[in-house]
């Protein structure tokens, strides 16, 4: 899908639910849409405020919050770090960076046979995070 149309559906589904659509909370969901690289809540916050200097940082939190409700972001968490967002909503996994942080997304073709209960809890999706180093690091680490 477009990322028009996706701002389009975002903006119907903001109407439906009730929610006022200002712009800065169609910028944060811009930004997330044409960032590759899965931003946390204060890069989104440096970006909205280029465009919208006397937003809050609580606004931003909020609306990704609203975002995350709504089913347009996913929150990516990984142990060292704060938490990141994707507006990729397709079923994916991430590659992650572990020295420097860089989140690439990856399709895998094999799904996971993960049952309906386990352990007690009842299972609603999984996401599957692979840590190693990235091309840049990888290359910039002495042969060993």
């Not at 990322?3 to 109407?15: A, P, Q, S, T």
């Not at 990704?64 to 409700?69: D, F, K, M, R, W």
């Not at 989140?103 to 895998?108: Q, V």
Request: charged share 25%.
């Amino acid at each position: 899908m477009l990322k028009e149309d996706r701002l389009e559906g975002f903006i119907e589904r903001c109407r439906q639910a009730g929610l006022k659509i200002t712009p800065q909370r169609v910028a944060v969901y811009e930004i997330l849409l044409n960032s590759p690289h899965h931003p946390t809540v204060e890069e989104i916050y440096e970006e909205v405020k280029k465009r919208y200097p006397f937003v809050s940082l609580a606004t931003v939190y909020r609306t990704v919050e609203t975002l995350e409700q709504m089913g347009l972001a996913k929150k990516v968490c990984y142990w060292g770090s704060s938490a990141r967002y994707d507006a990729n909503t397709e079923e994916h996994h991430h590659l992650i960076c572990v020295r420097c942080g860089a989140i690439k997304d990856i399709y895998i073709e094999d799904s996971l046979s993960i049952p309906k209960e386990l352990e007690g809890f009842r299972t609603e999706g999984y996401s599957v995070n692979i840590y190693g180093l990235c091309p840049s690091c990888k290359s910039a680490q002495p042969d060993t």
